[in-house]
């Protein structure tokens, strides 16, 4: 379902977090193509009230033989109109991505809803990519201006951090827009709530039809429990996300000197501290080695663990 649109910039997930819990991984492999996807797999994927759904697809895929595909059959939008259920959340810190592909001659549309019942819509954000590889939007009542790249696979990446009450939109690691997450996208305020992501086959009106692909979907919470269970939100900054080339880490609030750790994905090592972050004090890792990505800074202070979301772009 189309309307107006929304803004996003760079990544803000200063949270304690003990796991990383992955709620939502699909590849689309594992279905017959040409069926639909809300019917294959509805614990997952709704329908917009009054839209249609989307049949997984072997025309493109970013990773094994499926994706899902949305074409639209006029410049207005539809039938596609596809929801992503992520759980109505309202505490913690998620990590959702997606890849997409868009041919070039058509575009693409996608939007944040704050619950997954959208019999009444509550939009985060609105986004909308258009034929030629710009990004248009709107979130709290600021444009969203960016780029991407057409006839390729590229990772859209949002950073929804209910705790802070912040809300980021990446393509392929690079920021586009920051905003609050607590507002729609006309700048009223809004549920502080993440309830779903609508998928619609909309390519930015006439002369443009809607054409897009969507692969290989995840969704990750980053939990708040701690080695004793319990954990101070916010005893450090890790600042900025994303980055390039250094980190900084601050002990802002814990009385205890830390030891840090760099973890990927999979949960392996790949950076450890050389120097303890002593209380009051600070440091700088170079991370300009790291391949791009997400990585998880986990802390270790005073028998408490405390992760954050880190990236490299």
Do not use: C
């Amino acid at each position: 379902m189309k309307r107006t649109l929304l803004l996003l910039t760079s990544v803000s997930l200063l949270t304690a977090v003990s796991a990383q819990n992955v709620l939502i991984t699909e590849n689309f492999d594992g279905y017959p193509a040409g069926q639909d996807i809300t019917t294959l797999n509805p614990t997952y994927f709704g329908v917009w009230p009054g839209g249609g759904g989307a049949p997984t697809s072997t025309t493109y895929a970013h990773s094994g033989a499926n994706s899902v595909e949305f074409v639209a059959t006029t410049a207005a939008g539809g039938p596609g109109d596809v929801l992503l259920l992520l759980g109505d959340q309202t505490v913690g810190s998620y990590i959702l991505s997606w890849w997409m592909y868009i041919p070039t001659g058509k575009g693409g549309y996608f939007n944040i809803q704050h619950t997954e019942d959208v019999t009444t819509p509550s939009f985060a954000a609105e986004v909308i990519f258009a034929d030629g590889g710009t990004i248009g939007g709107m979130a709290n009542n600021v444009a969203i201006a960016g780029t991407y790249a057409q006839d390729t696979w590229f990772q859209v990446n949002l950073f929804i951090d209910l705790d802070n009450v912040t809300a980021s939109f990446l393509i392929d690691l690079t920021p586009v827009a920051t905003w609050p997450f607590n507002t729609e996208t006309d700048g009223a305020v809004g549920p502080n709530q993440l309830g779903a992501i609508d998928f619609y086959s909309y390519g930015g009106g006439a002369p443009t039809l809607g054409e897009f692909y969507i692969d290989d979907v995840s969704y990750i919470h980053l939990s708040t429990i701690g080695v004793e269970e319990t954990a101070r939100a916010e005893s450090f900054s890790v600042y900025p996300v994303p980055s390039s080339n250094s980190l900084t880490i601050a002990n802002n609030g814990s009385n205890a000197a830390a030891q840090w750790r760099l973890l990927d994905m999979s949960g392996r090592e790949v950076m450890t501290s050389t120097a303890l972050v002593m209380p009051g004090s600070q440091t700088v890792a170079d991370i300009s080695g790291l391949a791009t990505g997400t990585y998880t800074m986990e802390l270790t202070h005073g028998g408490m663990r405390e992760r954050h979301a880190v990236v490299r772009n």
